[in-house]
């Protein structure tokens, strides 16, 4: 059997091909190696295949978060291969995943807008070019994280009309006490202020609302897309959630600073399971 993953930070799917070619999808948590050690993803791995026989697995190829550099590639891979003692394993990027999902073996600029975001130039093999990535603090502009924070941000400070923030405070904890916890003290801070875009979702008509998720997009175009060397005509591809529920708006922020609209994927594993094993 073979297995191959796409991880973000915030969930990972799996699928699993027979000989015959069936397939099983699998769910599990997200494993970011700069927010678990390899114990902890051990854990996570050993309970979502708890029923499936792991010494059959001959071939792992995982794409996660967080693992666009060597050493926490290395943290990742060293943990699955104690899972999947039998198996070859392969670590890549969840940029990497984005890249082949989208493109295959053509050129393109690859994108994430997700929990988190992030940006490169892709020729068909490798990147050209690509963002410095500055995490969920200083970085991911356009992602569900920084979304989630400028909501948070305009609630604790009296921004929100009046009919949202009653509904915001209504459908969260979000007492100051509560939310620095959960920032500075709890595990997953970039889960946690991702999940603030669902209301965004909930209310995308409200003018103050698409103002936001613009804003983001703005902020994604300059720090993400301006800065990277690349010919404007280039085919823009963007994997994520975030992207796909603000197609419309992304797409336009995009044609207004002068860009091609997005070719967008909310889910990339099933176009890497086509890559990989067609």
């Not at 010494?55 to 550099?69: K, Q």
């Not at 963007?238 to 992207?243: E, L, N, P, R, T």
Request: proline residues 3%.
């Amino acid at each position: 059997m073979r297995l191959i993953a796409d991880s973000g930070s915030t969930k990972t799917q799996w699928v699993l091909l027979s000989q015959d070619g069936t397939q099983q999808a699998l769910y599990s948590q997200g494993i970011n190696p700069y927010f678990l050690d390899s114990d902890e993803i051990q854990d996570i791995v050993k309970h979502c295949f708890q029923d499936i026989p792991k010494d059959e697995i001959e071939e792992v190829i995982f794409y996660g978060a967080g693992c666009a550099l060597a050493d926490k590639c290395k943290l990742v891979h060293e943990a699955l291969v104690g899972v999947f003692e039998q198996a070859v394993v392969q670590v890549y990027s969840d940029l990497l995943a984005a890249a082949h999902a989208l493109f295959g073996n053509k050129t393109g600029l690859v994108c994430i807008l997700g929990t988190g975001s992030n940006t490169a130039v892709y020729n068909g093999a490798n990147f050209d070019d690509r963002i410095q990535s500055l995490g969920y603090l200083l970085g991911d502009e356009g992602s569900g994280g920084s979304i989630g924070r400028k909501l948070l941000q305009a609630f604790l400070r009296g921004e929100m009309p009046s009919e949202l923030q009653d509904d915001f405070a209504g459908s969260f904890s979000v007492d100051v006490p509560i939310v620095l916890n959960n920032i500075y003290k709890k595990p997953f801070p970039n889960r946690y202020l991702a999940g603030f875009a669902s209301f965004a979702g909930k209310h995308k008509q409200h003018v103050f609302i698409q103002s936001i998720i613009r804003n983001s997009f703005k902020e994604f175009i300059k720090y993400q897309l301006e800065v990277l060397q690349f010919e404007k005509g280039i085919a823009i591809g963007v994997v994520g959630s975030i992207a796909y529920y603000f197609q419309d708006i992304l797409n336009d922020e995009l044609n207004s600073s002068g860009y091609s609209s997005a070719i967008i994927i909310k889910e990339p594993i099933h176009e890497l399971v086509r890559f990989h094993f067609r």
